[in-house]
Every structure is written in structure tokens, then in C-alpha cells.
């Protein structure tokens, strides 16, 4: 099938979708109070913005969300490309981790609001956590199946230590490293709504939450639909930047 | 740290280690190298907990933050005895949350293979649902809860109704991809063999396909414990959220690790279980894997 017929097809079914959406609305399937129709809702995502509400809040967002998965996300990569190229490191390291493994990252919200109280802390804490066990695996067994035979091509080419590591295992390792980041970042943005939900003076969670204590559901609604487009946007722009520019010798 | 005994060689130094008397003591040496990389791990996470202990008890660290391992021992047995928020002991949150995550899954994702497999088999379809899919994928679950709450009450049939979202659409994805790469020469070869319509799609299509389902299939679990324990943070009575949400609310440190100790175990659980279904119903799968 050719790619623009591929287009043609998915805009298609988008403009169903959301035709659909306002046909139920029409007819009044649901409560409109509870499902505001498609119109409504983009009408308010535009007053929003055009108001000038939804950008900072947006920012709010945006900036626990990176500050959380850049401290888990590179703790993330430093332990588990240890544990990827020492036995001993890895031996150390995994029991303690695969026993917090198990808990959902959102768990330690209890926690982490009593060890950091309500602000950004626990919440950057939360997403670190979110991100961290994605970029571990997968940097652990990037490095760790890494062909013995490039390390020792390049050492007899005279690569040593951070060379060696930045020329020949980071490249060798890219391909499941790409894998598990982008794990990461979808963890740490859904551990970021819902730890906004639970308590947050600012962000998008805190907007469904002024929706929900004042009944209005379009802002809910509206919310929903930025969030799933922001994370949508950005793995777009993962993908394209990561395998685009970087890991161009992967197969899509 | 090869076994001489064991081993034909014609090494001669090697041949020589076999003669060579061992003392009582290098036995000792050996068995504790070969047994090392094994028991660091424990040893670290005994010496965690010691040096915890000691710190937290002693007044090092804030016994309030971070209460000692014996402290929560005790909280876990008057989670069993007594209960915590007082009469709802650990049973009755264990049983709530697990048969939470049991209906929500059993609906989503058996939904999703009746649905995965009708979409999968039309090229068109498949590909039209794929922004769809990619879309409600994106969509935060636990923002639905509000809305969810509204339209279906703030019962059992809310949570899950969320569960079951969540976990649809990460299984209707991988089972949609499984239909789509069953390899045609399977089909074709079954219908040589004179197999149609039902008996088709239960001895040839859905063997071909299992395997490559259940990576989604195993994704889901996971991701419908992580969203039932958010919705008992965010409102519930029972459930193993709910126990760690009044517990922080009542700035009970303790209770709230216990809580997460049963957390961890039930997750534990959960990951497990799926691995062990998935080697009893489609022993076949690592070699298809192979294969691809």
C-alpha cells in the first residue's frame, strides 16, 4: 500500500472518530453535561489558550516532567551500563532493585509527599522513579550483549575508558537503549498526570482536578485531550529526532 | 575456576591441578568465589537493613521518615491482626484490589482479542485504526477517572471500566500486530489440510498468533495494577491504595511502607503468574520467537 494512501485512509478514520463524537452529541446519547460534543471541546481548548490558562499550566507540567526524567532517566543509564559491563556491580545492585521493582512507580507518592512534602519535589521523585527502571533494563542489557568482539577490535585500536565507552558501547548499545527510553518518558508522563491529580497547586492534573470539584467537563475533557496530544507530540519528536538522526542504521 | 574433575582435557596443566592435595581450606576459598557474585546481592540488602536499623533507632535519621525495618515488621503484623484504618485488616485490602485488577483485565483484554483479531484480518482496517489506537494509547488512564466516575458512578463498575480501558488497548495493539504477521504460508497450509472457517482460525490463526499477543498481553498487567493503586489513592475504601493514602494522611510512616511491602509482593505476583500461564498455554512460543 502506497504512503499516501496510507494517509488518506488514517485522516479519514480520525475525521469518523470525531465525527461520530458530535453525532452522539446531536442525538444525546450520553449526558452533555458529563460528554460535552467535539465542538465544545475544541471551542474550549481555544478560549483556554487564547486566554492565556492553559500555557502555564502546560509549562507547570512539562517542567516536573523533564526535571523527573532527566534525574531517573540518567540514574537509570549510569547503573545499568555498571551492571551491563561489571558482573559484580550487577550482582550487587539487583537484588535490592528487583525488590522495589514490582511496586508502580505511583505508589511512592504516599511516600515521597512525607519525605518532600506536597510541592514539586514528590512529584519530580515519583516520575524519577517512573523512569528509571525502563532505562535501566534496558541499558543493562544493551550493554551487557554488546558483541565482545567490537570491544576488542576498538582496544586493539587503542580505545581506552570514556573513548571507548562514548565510541563503541553507547553506539553498540543505542538501538535497546532507544527502547527503553521512550518506555520511560510514556511512564513518567503518565506518573505525571496522576500525581498531579492527587495533589498539585499547578499543571494539568490540577486542571481535571479543578474540573472535577467544579463539575465542569468540558476543562476535563479539554485536559484529557491536551495531555494525550503532548504526549503524542513528543513521542513524534523522539522518534524522529532519536531514530531519525542517531540510530539511522536501525530498521524502523 | 573451571572443574578439573569434570572435564576430559589433555591440557597437562590441568592434569596437574587434579593431582595437587586439597586442603580443607582452599575447598573453602573456591566454594566462597565460585558463591560470591551470587550472595552479594543478599549480603548488600542485609547490610541495608542492618545499617538502617541502626541509624533509624539510634536517632541518625529520622525514625518519623524513615522507620526502621523491626517497626514495620510490627505494623505489618497489626495489619493482619487489628487492621489498618482500624477492623479493615490486610486480607480484605488484598482481596479487593486483586479482584479489582481480575475484572478489569478479564474484560479488557478479552475484549481486545475478539477485537484484535476482526480488525487484523482486514489490511484496511488495521490501518485505519492505527491514529486511533495511537491516540486513546496516549491518553493519560487515571485522567479518565473523573469522567469515568460521572458517567458510571463511583462503584466498582467505574474502576473497572478504567482498568478495562487501559488494558484493551495495549492488548487490542500487539494482538492486531499478531494477526497481521502470522505467516500466510501457515494459513495457506491449513486450508491444504482442509481446515475452514472456525476450525481455521482455532488450530492454525490463533496458535500462529498467541505468542506474539502475549507480550501485550503481559504489558497489561502490569499497567492495570499501576492504575487500580492510583484509583484507590485518589478515592477508595478498601484496596491497597486506600491503605496507603489514609496512612499518609495520618502521617503514619510505617503503615505506610507495610502497605507498600504488600504492594511489591502483589506486583510480584502478578508479573509472575502471566509468565508461568503463558509457558503452560503456549509452550511454543520461544521457538516462534526464534524464528522471527
Redesign the interface.
Known sequence: ?TRTR?TT??V???FV?VGLWQAEAWFGL??RM??PSALTVFERIIQETTRGDLLPQIWASMQRAYAGFAIGGSAGLLLGMAAGWN??VA??????LE??R??????????A???FGIDDGSKVFVIAMAAFFPVFTSAERGVRTIDPVLIRAATTLGRTRWRLVYEVVLPAAAPELATGIKVAWSWS??AL??SE??AAQSG??FL?NQ??INGD?SL??A??LV???L??LS?QLFRAIALGRYLRWIAP | MREPFTESTSDPRQLVAVDRPRSSERVLVSFVRRHQAAALGPVIVAAIGIGWQYASSTGLISPFLFPAPTVVARSIGTLFTRGFPLGVTINEHLVATVLRVVRGYLVGSSAAIVVGVLIGRSGVLSLAVEPIVTLARSVAVISLLPLSVALLGAGELSRTALIAYAVFWVAVTSTIAAVREIDPLMIRAGRAQGARGVALFRHVALPAALPRIFPGLKTAVGLSFTVIVAVELLGAQVGLGALIAEAQRLFRTDMVVAGMVFIGLVGFVLARALDLIEARLVPWADNLRQGQ
Open positions: 500500500m496510507k485512509v488514517q479519514i478514520a480520525v472518530l450520553v449526558d458529563v460528554l558482573r559484580t550482582s550487587a545492585i539487583r537484588t535490592p525488590l522495589i514490582p511496586i508502580p512507580p505511583l505508589a511512592w507518592i504516599t511516600l509527599i512525607i519525605w508522563f503518565a498526570v496522576a491529580l492527587l494539568l492534573g481535571i474540573g472535577r467537563f476535563i475533557v485536559s484529557v495531555i494525550a496530544m504526549a503524542l513521542d
